[in-house]
């Protein structure tokens, strides 16, 4: 019903049915490695961007790069894990955009490299703050929206890691276990309102937070950054990170109106890693 009457107004106004085209699509953790790629990739599929983050000098870059194209979109810093500060941005984009059609939970942290006994609390509180309590307040925050107009999409980003354990990163990997936790039960509740929940589960691929691991596995064992990959990469049956690109291209197939079905998964693209 809801793709149906979108697909009509753009027939109407001659524009391509591209997947996105019209549509807003929200993301988090826009000024980081897989935020700044997808930001670029759902603009040439034609969407509208709403586009946050912590990091308000990244924000600002992304704003000037984006701002030399002519792309309809706009950038506000926000503290994902303050429940004021979802309410106040879901306030602005809808006063901007009149409705949101894609959010992407994509904005984390890492961890230390460390035995779980060795992690204080205070570092397992702030993983599970930023990457599992921020999913629960964005979703909490953009669903009442997506009720009201009737349908959307939400994309969680989860990990490998949340998908198997990952020893040295217990607070990451609980943190992520936790956002496909979030992922179904929120894809059960709000099926019947024409709305898809879905996580996706990336390996390892070159952004900030992961070449911060790899260059702290570096300085471990005497290490360049290549070399660490190589030794993370080893049981990945691909042998081999993931590129940004390929990782973005997950996120803009699940979210396509036209994988209309999907809702409530956990996707892996992750070399084979989890399959293993
Ligand atoms: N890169 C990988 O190998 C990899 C693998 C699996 C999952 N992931 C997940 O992908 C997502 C994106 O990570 P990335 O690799 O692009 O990392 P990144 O560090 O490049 O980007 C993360 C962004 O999140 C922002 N952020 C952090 N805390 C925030 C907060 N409280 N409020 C708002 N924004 C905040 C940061 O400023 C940063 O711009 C994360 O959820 C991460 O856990 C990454």
């Not at 980003?157 to 929120?186: D, E, F, N, P």
């Not at 070449?211 to 691909?238: F, L, N, Q, W």
Request: with cysteine.
């Amino acid at each position: 019903m809801y793709l149906f009457s979108r697909q009509k107004v753009w027939k109407h106004l001659g524009v391509a049915e591209a997947g996105f085209a019209g549509r807003v699509v929200l993301i988090t953790g826009a000024a980081g490695g897989f935020g700044r790629a997808a930001a670029r990739r759902f603009a040439k599929a034609g969407a509208r961007l709403v586009l946050s983050d912590l990091d308000k000098t990244g924000l600002d870059h992304l704003r000037a790069v984006l701002g030399q194209s002519n792309i309809d979109f706009f950038t506000e810093q926000v503290d994902i894990t303050k429940e004021n500060n979802w309410i106040a941005h879901i306030e602005h984009s809808v006063e901007r955009f009149g409705s949101i059609d894609v959010a992407i939970n994509n904005a984390g942290i890492g961890q230390a490299l460390q035995p779980l006994e060795a992690t204080s609390e205070d570092q397992f509180d702030r993983v599970m703050r930023v990457n599992a309590k921020s999913v629960f307040l964005g979703l909490k925050t953009v669903l009442p929206k997506m009720i009201a107009q009737g349908g959307g999409s939400i994309l969680n980003i989860a990990s490998a890691a949340g998908l198997v354990g990952a020893g040295q990163m217990a607070a990451y990997a609980a943190s992520k276990h936790a956002v496909i936790g979030l992922t179904r039960s929120a894809a059960d509740e709000v099926a019947r309102h024409g709305i898809r929940v879905n996580a996706l589960c990336p390996s390892f691929a070159p952004t900030p937070l992961f070449d911060a691991m790899a260059d702290e596995i570096g300085a471990r064992h005497g290490m360049t950054r290549a070399e660490a990959y190589g030794r993370v990469t080893e049981r990945v049956p691909m042998r081999r990170v993931a590129t940004v690109d390929e990782v973005v291209q997950a996120m803009l197939w699940i979210c396509d109106p036209a994988n209309s079905f999907m809702t409530g998964q956990a996707v892996a693209v992750d070399g084979g890693l989890t399959a293993v």
